[in-house]
């Protein structure tokens, strides 16, 4: 069971999105970056908000080549470490995702699939729940995450992050199984 800290980053805000990250759940082998996608009606039509939350839904995007432009559509993730390592979420695609056989080269940023709620009233808001698993665990200096969403509304975005505090929280993550229960 991960370290928690909590994140309470906001990455970018507009009109009808708002993308957090509540929480980092930190074990020794890297973390688990929480991340809430807020959107709301407001003054959007109905098929323009329902555009909007399918938007946020990156594996249900097509036409993502490399060379090309991306889709304004695409929602996007990534890092950046100090020594300039990167990541991102472009060009994953989660319905064909399988596990590798050896670790990929590091860093890598997986996306996993999302929890949902919608809530009706006045302000129709959806909230979709992320999480970006960093492998390795990032390095123990600040690193910079983003966030970039053009049909939310959201250009590229910016937050620093510490690395020494996540690894600080992975010092407190639990084993489900204590060693004396491994082998049972």
Request: with cysteine; glycine share 12%; aromatic share 6%.
């Amino acid at each position: 069971m991960g370290g928690v800290m909590a994140g309470g980053q906001v990455l970018a805000r507009t009109p009808n999105v708002a993308i957090m990250v509540p929480t980092i759940q930190a074990f020794s082998t890297g973390c688990l970056i929480n991340v809430d996608v807020v959107t709301r009606r407001r003054t959007l039509s109905p098929d323009d908000f329902r555009a909007l939350q399918l938007g946020a839904l990156p594996h249900m995007i097509t036409g993502v080549r490399a060379g090309q432009p991306l889709p304004d559509q695409l929602l996007r993730f990534g890092v950046r470490f100090a020594d300039g390592a990167k990541a991102t979420t472009v060009g994953q695609r989660l319905d064909r995702a399988r596990l590798p056989q050896d670790p990929p080269p590091g860093p890598h940023l997986s996306l996993l699939l999302p929890g949902m709620s919608i809530r009706s009233g006045d302000d129709d808001t959806g909230v979709m729940t992320w999480g970006l698993w960093l492998w390795p665990s990032p390095p123990r200096e600040r690193f910079e995450f983003a966030v970039e969403w053009p049909v939310g509304g959201i250009g590229l975005s910016i937050v620093e992050l510490d690395g020494g505090a996540i690894a600080a929280a992975a010092q407190q993550a639990v084993s489900y199984w204590p060693e004396s229960q491994q082998s049972r």
